[in-house]
């Protein structure tokens, strides 16, 4: 199993900055990973994403403000927030996506698409 460990969350005003790490091992080869979070009350939402071979995803509320990188060698990903609100506020959580052979007893000949999820870091963000 991949194992994700997440650190930087915080208390900062709005306007401040904060940058989130993500850490994944585990011996798997890891397709993608991402930055997703969640509030008290609502679902979960993309935040941004970033593949192995660099293409980046985000939402259009942290566009211009959010930078989402990656070292594919340490399988490590970062979140730089900047300009932050207190709409931001909520629990962020690292993702990972990898492919199996095999799921839920079932052998996928091409593959199976897992994500992985870290345990989230709390971000509060004040007026």
């Known amino acids: 199993q991949v194992q994700l460990v997440e650190s930087g969350g915080g208390l900062v005003q709005a306007g401040e900055s904060l940058r989130l790490s993500c850490v994944a091992s585990?011996?798997?080869?890891?397709?993608?990973m991402g930055w997703y979070r969640q509030a008290p009350g609502k679902e979960r939402e993309l935040v941004a994403t970033?593949?192995?071979?660099?293409?980046?995803t985000y939402a259009d509320s942290v566009k211009g403000r959010f930078t989402i990188s990656g070292d594919v060698v340490k399988d490590t990903v970062y979140l730089q927030m900047n300009s932050l609100t207190p709409e931001d506020t909520s629990v962020y959580s690292c993702?990972?996506?990898?492919?199996?052979?095999?799921?839920?007893?079932?052998?996928?000949?091409?593959?199976?698409?897992?994500?992985?999820w870290g345990q989230g870091t709390q971000v509060t963000v004040s007026s």
């Open positions: 993702n990972a996506g990898v492919t199996l052979s095999y799921y839920g007893g079932k052998y996928y000949p091409e593959g199976y698409e897992y994500h992985y």
């Open positions: 585990g011996g798997y080869r890891i397709n993608d």
């Open positions: 970033i593949t192995r071979e660099g293409d980046t």
